[in-house]
């Protein structure tokens, strides 16, 4: 890669810095493989995305079954 193709690239992250490697590529039309981009982006300072801490798959509703089987009571025994 030159260092316009660098240049392209951070001013990109400027615009979007949450945007994937693989859309980078896409977006710039670069010839180059994903761990090229990867590598320049760990050079240039750049971390891994962090994983949101609320987890998507828990806004959709549950599924008949599972909720039946979730929200059956319970019988507590006491010790003795």
């Given at each position: 890669?030159?260092?316009a193709?660098h240049?392209h690239?951070?001013?990109?992250?400027?615009?979007?810095?949450d945007?994937a490697?693989?859309?980078i590529?896409?977006?710039l039309d670069?010839p180059?493989s994903?761990?090229t981009?990867?590598r320049?982006?760990?050079q240039?300072?750049y971390r891994?995305?962090?994983?949101p801490?609320?987890?998507?798959?828990?806004?959709?509703?549950?599924?008949?079954?599972?909720e039946?089987?979730?929200?059956?009571?319970?019988i507590?025994?006491?010790?003795k």
């Amino acid at each position: 890669m030159s260092d316009a193709d660098h240049q392209h690239i951070l001013s990109l992250l400027e615009k979007q810095p949450d945007i994937a490697c693989l859309k980078i590529i896409e977006t710039l039309d670069l010839p180059v493989s994903i761990d090229t981009v990867w590598r320049f982006l760990q050079q240039a300072g750049y971390r891994r995305k962090k994983k949101p801490l609320h987890a998507s798959e828990q806004e959709r509703p549950r599924c008949g079954a599972e909720e039946k089987r979730l929200e059956r009571p319970y019988i507590w025994i006491q010790g003795k």
